[in-house]
């Protein structure tokens, strides 16, 4: 049973272009949350989708960030017109439905230059 | 608003101790609690889930306990060994009243350990 996978594993862009990161989660798990981890700084959560879904997105800036989980395929994280402050490892992970473990992915490393 | 703070921030012993790592949170009203393992570079290893009903779980040389009234958390780590070595993390998921509901986590920042041969 594969884990939580994301990919690529490390991402490097210059300012302005748009960063995609795509995360397959665990079999048999609906529910796909993504994370950022500032170097130095505790995980902050993101957004919270279930399939075709947004469930809680509070955690995402408002404006160039967004997700999607479609019905076929993986998760995407998609960040447009990245900047520097963007620089940080984005992380993915999945659970079954209730009160159930959340399980990581190796997390997509972004890089802005 | 739900805050999770982890002490140490780093620790460093000699291969065979036992030792302890801290986290407090400020909102009991939590569903449950869990730590993970992450080693440098890479994603996250959950280690072991307290449940808010619960008062610890055991896995091996790891023992965790969960004291909801008073927002601590313990991670007891027997007989350390060098490739115990890597960054614990503690986080919360808040409970319904706390805030509204949430799937999110609240994650502490951590406690870097070094266990030396």
């Known amino acids: 049973n594969a884990g939580v996978m994301q990919n690529p594993r490390h991402l490097v862009r210059r300012r302005g272009q748009e960063a995609r990161l795509r995360c397959s989660p665990m079999?048999?798990?609906?529910?796909v949350y993504w994370y950022r981890q500032l170097p130095e700084e505790g995980l902050k959560f993101m957004v919270y989708?279930?399939?075709?879904?947004?469930?809680?997105e509070s955690g995402m800036p408002k404006e160039r960030f967004s997700a999607e989980f479609p019905k076929e395929g993986p998760s995407i994280l998609r960040i447009q017109q990245v900047v520097r402050g963007d620089s940080a490892a984005y992380f993915c992970?999945?659970?079954?439905?209730?009160?159930?473990?959340?399980?990581f992915g190796n997390g997509t490393r972004l890089t802005v230059t | 608003k739900q805050e999770v703070t982890q002490i140490p921030a780093a620790l460093s012993v000699p291969e065979g101790e036992n030792l302890v790592l801290n986290c407090s949170f400020t909102d009991s009203a939590i569903y449950n609690l869990q730590w993970f393992r992450q080693d440098p570079g890479k994603g996250l290893t959950s280690l072991l889930l307290?449940?808010?009903?619960?008062r610890e779980q055991t896995s091996g040389r790891l023992n965790a306990s969960l004291d909801k009234s008073s927002g601590r958390s313990t991670l007891y780590i027997a007989a350390s060994q060098p490739g115990d070595s890597a960054t614990y993390l503690c986080?919360?998921?808040?409970?319904?009243?706390?805030?509204?509901?949430?799937?999110?986590?609240?994650f502490g920042k951590g406690t870097k350990l070094t266990v030396n041969p």
């Open positions: 992970a999945s659970s079954r439905p209730g009160n159930s473990p959340l399980h």
């Open positions: 989708l279930q399939k075709e879904n947004i469930i809680d």
């Open positions: 307290i449940q808010s009903s619960q």
């Open positions: 079999k048999g798990h609906s529910h």
């Open positions: 986080a919360v998921r808040p409970g319904r009243d706390s805030q509204g509901g949430s799937e999110k986590l609240v």
